[in-house]
């Protein structure tokens, strides 16, 4: 659940990246950091592990509106990719109140992918959370790599993987061009701030 500041009446609400390694959730922050340069209320802080990281920084979406006149201050955090940093991932997880998914468009990630997301679920019940309620966006990363000759995974394959079940909104993206990244982030702050508006009531 987010945390409330009754004093300066500002609701903090926490978005996690998560994902396999390497599949771009650091180049989705990166580039939101960079673009939305107004809104950013803090230093981008970078915790490296090695071979990995873990980026946060604080963001104010000024387009989204107030929740019971309470301004919106968003946190977004990613997690680190590698198997081996498992407990970071759950320590970052806790509080979260929305996540963006990132899968790797490359054929040879594919397995990544469904053991990444299967993950994501196994961390979120340590909290009580299912990921079928959890406000969730799915992004498919990495379109770009068709234009360099990498083969990649077609969306009804992505969608088949990663979507079946779940039917939330995804998004083909490229972090790298910043195509589709902007829209990835307001469609889960517009869930997230939904679904915080239920809670709240």
Same mark, same amino acid.
């Not at 990281?53 to 968003?74: S, W």
């Not at 966006?137 to 990649?152: H, P, T």
């Not at 998004?171 to 195509?179: L, M, P, Q, R, T």
């Given at each position: !659940? $987010?945390?409330?500041?009754?004093? @300066?009446?500002?609701?903090?609400? %926490?978005?996690?990246?998560?994902?396999?390694?390497?599949?771009? %959730?650091?180049?989705?922050? &990166?580039?939101?950091?960079?673009?939305?340069?107004?809104?950013?209320?803090?230093?981008?802080?970078?915790?490296?592990? =090695?071979?990995?990281?873990? /980026?946060?920084?604080?963001?104010?979406?000024?387009? !989204?509106?107030?929740?019971?006149?309470?301004?919106?201050?968003?946190?977004?955090?990613?997690?680190?990719? =590698?198997?081996?940093? @498992?407990?970071?991932?759950?320590?970052?997880?806790?509080? +979260? @109140?929305?996540? +963006?998914?990132?899968?790797?468009?490359?054929?040879?990630?594919? #397995?990544?992918?469904?053991?990444?997301?299967?993950?994501?679920?196994?961390? /979120?019940?340590?909290?009580?959370?299912?990921?079928? @309620?959890?406000?969730? +966006?799915? =992004?498919?990363?990495?379109?770009?790599?068709?234009? &360099?000759?990498? &083969?990649?995974?077609?969306? &009804?394959?992505?969608?088949?993987?990663?979507?079946? #079940?779940?039917?939330?909104?995804?998004?083909?993206?490229?972090?790298? $061009?910043?195509?589709?990244? +902007?829209?990835?982030?307001?469609?889960?702050?517009? /869930?997230?701030? $939904?679904?915080?508006?239920?809670?709240?009531?």
């Amino acid at each position: !659940m $987010a945390f409330i500041n009754l004093k @300066d009446r500002v609701i903090q609400a %926490k978005i996690v990246y998560y994902g396999p390694g390497r599949c771009g %959730k650091t180049t989705n922050l &990166e580039y939101v950091y960079e673009k939305c340069r107004p809104q950013v209320n803090s230093e981008m802080v970078t915790v490296k592990t =090695q071979g990995d990281r873990t /980026l946060f920084f604080d963001f104010f979406p000024l387009d !989204m509106g107030k929740i019971g006149g309470f301004d919106v201050k968003i946190q977004l955090y990613t997690v680190p990719g =590698q198997v081996k940093y @498992d407990s970071t991932r759950r320590l970052v997880l806790k509080g +979260v @109140d929305g996540v +963006v998914f990132v899968a790797d468009s490359a054929v040879g990630r594919r #397995e990544k992918n469904i053991i990444s997301i299967r993950n994501l679920e196994d961390n /979120l019940k340590i909290y009580n959370k299912d990921i079928h @309620d959890i406000p969730l +966006v799915i =992004q498919y990363n990495k379109r770009d790599l068709a234009e &360099e000759g990498i &083969e990649i995974l077609d969306i &009804e394959t992505l969608e088949k993987d990663l979507n079946t #079940e779940l039917r939330v909104p995804s998004f083909e993206a490229s972090a790298v $061009a910043g195509d589709n990244v +902007v829209l990835t982030l307001k469609k889960i702050i517009s /869930l997230t701030l $939904a679904s915080l508006e239920k809670q709240l009531k």
